[in-house]
């Protein structure tokens, strides 16, 4: 039976892992891949629906990265394994892997923004010869804060990682500084062959693409995403229109070339 997008379909939660103390990473029963960057509706009866993107899936299920901030997200952290929730969609555009292909990948992720681009990283390791190099710039406010600790570990021995904190602890021995200041000195020799995904804070957001574009990156070799006020997922209640497009529905990735133009 085709499965209609606009139906709330119940899931199981299959498991659970504490990324950290306020973001978890909730594996759900699902039998349809999505595209890396599509979003869901999850909601619980009696509190509401949220639009939460994919941080993973794979054959019967999907993960997503959820960061405890008010009564939806709260509600799903008192859920246990075995328990149900209710998901739409996947809904929006995700990231056009078919544009990355052949040429050389540089993303970078701050924060929660890690979540959406962890299966486009996962789809290149797995698909290494399909890019002339990956380069992976991520970055948290502290060691505290990491997500998919054990992921990127792994990521750092087959990619060129980077892996910073705003605030360093005792203990830390790695970079400490904002993912922008690692953009001059990446090695790009061959510009006109780069593509790059930003994700995360606006802040952070608008100084990468400064900083990628300060090394020659033209605007339709940009993608970002904007999670921003999504709320329908259909394009309907406006929450996230900006001029006279919807970012649930044309988005939530769009190239920058497309971005730079929409204004709040």
């Not at 990231?95 to 292909?101: C, G, I, V």
């Not at 890019?131 to 570990?153: C, M, N, T, W, Y």
């Not at 574009?213 to 229109?241: F, N, P, T």
């Amino acid at each position: 039976m085709c499965r209609n997008p606009y139906v709330p379909q119940i899931s199981q939660v299959l498991d659970i892992h504490r990324e950290t103390a306020v973001d978890w990473t909730f594996r759900l029963a699902w039998d349809a891949e999505p595209a890396a960057g599509q979003f869901f509706e999850v909601s619980l009866p009696g509190l509401g629906e949220a639009p939460i993107s994919v941080s993973d899936f794979g054959p019967g299920y999907i993960e997503m990265t959820i960061r405890k901030v008010g009564r939806v997200t709260g509600g799903l952290f008192a859920l246990a394994p075995g328990e149900r929730l209710f998901l739409r969609g996947p809904y929006g555009c995700g990231f056009p892997l078919e544009r990355f292909a052949g040429r050389h990948l540089v993303i970078a992720a701050g924060g929660t923004g890690v979540a959406p681009v962890k299966p486009v990283i996962k789809h290149f390791l797995s698909h290494g010869e399909g890019l002339a190099g990956l380069d992976v710039l991520i970055g948290f406010k502290s060691p505290h804060d990491i997500l998919f600790r054990q992921e990127v570990l792994a990521w750092q021995s087959r990619a060129g990682v980077v892996l910073t904190v705003d605030h360093a602890e005792a203990g830390w021995t790695g970079p400490v500084g904002l993912v922008t200041q690692t953009i001059p000195d990446l090695p790009l020799p061959d510009k006109a062959n780069v593509a790059a995904i930003v994700v995360g804070p606006p802040a952070m957001m608008k100084h990468t693409i400064a900083a990628l574009q300060a090394r020659g990156l033209q605007g339709d070799q940009i993608w970002v995403s904007y999670e921003r006020r999504m709320s329908c997922g259909l394009g309907k209640c406006g929450h996230c229109k900006i001029n006279d497009k919807y970012v649930c529905l044309e988005g939530p990735v769009f190239s920058f070339a497309q971005a730079q133009g929409l204004k709040d």
